[in-house]
């Protein structure tokens, strides 16, 4: 069974947090990791043992599974953000993508690439609300604006200059060249759209680019060019840090069987296995050096070069121009970003729905966000 990814985290998380012990290894996110194992929810994975290969984790994914010095979850994959483009589009209208696209470049390319009556749109962002769903997307691109989540003092910044050149640009752009329906598509729905012709641009995951370069799932393989995240030369991309990881519950009552399978499943012997049977592009991308080390998977992956150095150029602790007083690129890795994320997720998708204007929205973001951060005491 598989489940969409907002109604995975609200099972797992529920589960986990009344220590019910319904599920003996869990696929959580780099967000829980320091939330969770803080309170004590989790198992280390520090004894994975040598054929693990703890030492073969990309930097940046191995710190963003580890809290307090101790691994507490075991990178299935990891990823950053990088811009996709349909290359043929882009020659038949003389365009050139730049080595360092800004996102003034690609809302102008999606208006002259924008051709609904060819069934072709000109950009997909992610419009589905939710914390992990248009959130990741915004809180990156805000970053590449300045903008930041919470001053050093914890008090919310949605009402600054820098969040209200993102959310306006950003609503602009995806209302007049995305699909129609943008709010609600996520990760899943633009991966199909792209993968079937229909986006000129695509800004989401590096984890898309294997699934749009294989002819078996993409119509437009042979035509995808592949770019760093928008860069407005303020210091900061709009990349992002994530990765999908195996945990154990400490609630498990089969810690010993759970830390078999993960030491496999998240381990050299699965990547290889998968190689063998399917195919390197198969393989789960963004975790292992040794995967792009490796000439095979470099042959059949155009993309590889810039997936590493996509992720090893995100700096958690700094992701935006000014400091912040939190860990996380496109999340801050505190309880309550969760509600936050989910309740301003819901304002921004109604801004682009049409409902209320970006100003509107974004002072429905920061009331919510300060009076949530008042009652957790964050400050009076």
């Known amino acids: 069974m598989t489940l969409e990814e907002n109604i995975l985290r609200q099972r797992v998380t529920t589960d986990v947090a009344i220590g019910a012990g319904q599920y003996d290894v869990i696929m959580i996110g780099a967000y829980e990791v320091p939330v969770w194992s803080g309170r004590g929810w989790l198992t280390s994975l520090d004894d994975l043992g040598s054929e693990y290969h703890a030492d073969d984790l990309i930097a940046p994914i191995r710190e963003a599974v580890t809290y307090d010095n101790v691994q507490y979850a075991a990178p299935f994959n990891g990823e950053s953000a990088m811009t996709m483009y349909r290359t043929d589009l882009f020659a038949r209208a003389g365009i050139t993508m730049p080595e360092h696209p800004t996102w003034e470049f690609l809302f102008e390319a999606a208006a002259r690439l924008h051709n609904p009556s060819e069934g ?82 695509w800004f989401d995951s590096t984890a898309a680019a294997p699934f749009v370069s294989d002819p078996s799932t993409s119509t437009v393989s042979d ?66 050096r040794s995967l792009y080390e490796n000439p095979d998977y470099r042959r059949v992956a155009p993309f590889a070069q810039m997936t590493l150095d996509t992720i090893n150029a995100v700096q958690m602790r700094a992701p935006t121009v000014e400091p912040v007083p939190y ?19 819901q304002y921004f998708a109604a801004a682009v729905a049409g409902q209320i204007s970006p100003t509107e ?20």
């Open 361 to 380: 929205a974004l002072a429905q973001a920061q009331a919510t966000t300060e009076r949530q951060m008042a009652t957790a005491g964050y400050y009076q």
């Open 327 to 345: 860990i996380g690129v496109q999340y801050a890795a505190i309880p309550e970003y969760q509600g936050i994320g989910a309740e301003v997720g």
């Open 120 to 201: 072709a749109y000109g950009l997909c962002l992610r419009g589905k609300a939710g914390w992990g769903e248009n959130m990741g997307l915004i809180m990156a691109m805000a970053n590449s604006y300045g903008a930041r989540l919470f001053d050093e003092n914890w008090r919310p910044q949605f009402d600054s200059p820098q969040w209200r050149t993102t959310i306006t640009t950003y609503v602009n752009a995806l209302r007049a060249y995305g699909p129609p329906g943008a709010v609600g598509n996520g990760f899943n729905e633009n991966l199909a759209l792209f993968s079937q012709g229909r986006c000129a641009i």
């Open 223 to 288: 035509r995808v060019g592949f770019a760093p995240p928008p860069d407005q030369g303020l210091g900061r991309s709009a990349g992002w840090l994530w990765t999908w990881a195996f945990a154990i519950p400490a609630s498990s009552r089969r810690t010993d069987a759970a830390k078999a399978f993960v030491r496999w499943a998240a381990g050299p012997q699965y990547a290889n296995l998968v190689a063998d049977q399917i195919g390197w592009l198969a393989v789960p991308p963004g975790t292992r």
